[in-house]
């Protein structure tokens, strides 16, 4: 079973409220509480969940690039510049290439938009 913000906050001894302010990166929680905060997250695994987030957030922090296959050679590079800025603000983006059925490739390229959302599973 994937481990809960309420294992963290059992493990290391401190509020739900505490961790969740230690993943959230707030100001106010003192270096020793940090510090053990994230001990207890690194030892049972812990990952936000990105579903709850977005649902919270109104944002799910993901950027699909669909590149065209007839695009000119330079496409590519624009994307992969793209996906580069995107993640230097913390975003996660997904760059898909179009097959021949471009219906399919953005069909796909929302499944796994969908499926990282919905299991919190890191980019890649």
Same mark, same amino acid.
């Given at each position: 079973?994937?481990?809960?913000?309420?294992?963290?906050?059992?493990l290391? %001894?401190? $509020?739900?409220?505490?961790?969740?302010? !230690?993943?959230?990166? *707030?100001?106010?929680?003192?270096? @020793? #509480?940090?510090?053990r905060?994230?001990?207890a997250i690194?030892?049972?695994?812990?990952?936000?969940?990105?579903a709850?987030?977005?649902?919270k957030? %109104?944002? $799910?922090?993901?950027?699909?690039?669909? !590149?065209?296959?007839? *695009?000119h050679?330079?496409?590519? @590079? #624009?994307?992969?510049?793209?996906?580069?800025?995107?993640?230097?603000?913390?975003?996660?983006?997904?760059?898909v290439?179009?097959?021949?059925?471009?219906?399919r490739?953005a069909?796909e390229?929302?499944e796994?938009?969908?499926s990282?959302?919905s299991?919190?599973?890191?980019?890649?």
């Amino acid at each position: 079973m994937r481990p809960r913000l309420v294992d963290v906050a059992s493990l290391a %001894g401190v $509020s739900m409220k505490t961790v969740s302010n !230690v993943v959230n990166g *707030a100001p106010h929680v003192s270096d @020793a #509480v940090r510090q053990r905060v994230q001990a207890a997250i690194d030892e049972l695994g812990y990952r936000p969940n990105e579903a709850a987030r977005s649902l919270k957030t %109104g944002s $799910s922090g993901i950027v699909g690039v669909l !590149v065209p296959q007839s *695009a000119h050679p330079s496409a590519r @590079a #624009v994307a992969e510049a793209i996906a580069a800025e995107g993640e230097r603000r913390g975003l996660r983006v997904v760059l898909v290439s179009e097959t021949a059925d471009p219906v399919r490739a953005a069909r796909e390229a929302f499944e796994l938009l969908e499926s990282r959302l919905s299991t919190g599973l890191p980019p890649g």
